[in-house]
């Protein structure tokens, strides 16, 4: 009986993870009308304050900011530096978006290593990135990441949704 159970979950996860819709990113300018998905190029590199379509979100990288920590309390390890991403995410979609700073966003530097978010640096974050978007609003708020003083470039992965594989990056500089 354990067994069935078990073969029947597996199944169920299989068939909705093969029920995902393929989004792919599409840039949004304001001289030209947005262009079909199925159109624009796969795997697109944006830069901050790049406007970019993503299934039905657009999201656009306001800015980003650097922070040695506002106490003694919160504040980077030696050698590290808080690293604050302002972004715009707008559902252009009929139903809510759930949005999720741990699974809908990934930074990771030149190497490919892989950053975590920081409950310290986000003590620091002009609102958050964490929660659902109504059809027809916006959230704007901040991903807080410590990182590495030295590192100067990294790039962030932008998944709107758990069950597709349509991602789009942004450049992240850091002076």
Do not use: H, W
Not at 31 to 56: H, I, M, W, Y
Not at 133 to 149: A, Q
Request: hydrophobic fraction near 30%; glycine fraction near 10%; charged fraction near 25%.
């Amino acid at each position: 009986m354990k067994k069935l159970v078990y073969l029947l979950i597996v199944g169920i996860i299989f068939t909705l993870t093969g029920c995902g819709t393929t989004n792919v990113p599409t840039k949004v300018t304001s001289s030209t009308p947005t262009t079909d998905q199925s159109s624009a190029p796969k795997n697109e590199t944006f830069k901050v304050g790049d406007t970019f379509k993503l299934g039905d979100l657009q999201y656009k990288v306001n800015g980003i900011r650097t922070s040695g920590g506002k106490n003694e309390y919160m504040k980077p390890k030696d050698g590290n530096v808080f690293l604050l991403i302002d972004m715009t995410i707008v559902n252009n979609g009929s139903q809510d978006a759930s949005i999720s700073s741990m699974l809908s966003f990934k930074l990771t530097d030149k190497d490919g290593r892989s950053q975590d978010i920081s409950i310290e640096a986000l003590s620091e974050a002009n609102g958050k990135l964490d929660g659902s978007i109504p059809p027809g609003k916006k959230m704007t708020g901040e991903l807080g990441y410590e990182v590495p003083k030295a590192s100067k470039s990294f790039e962030l992965e932008i998944k709107n949704d758990l069950f597709s594989n349509g991602t789009a990056t942004v450049e992240i500089p850091v002076n």
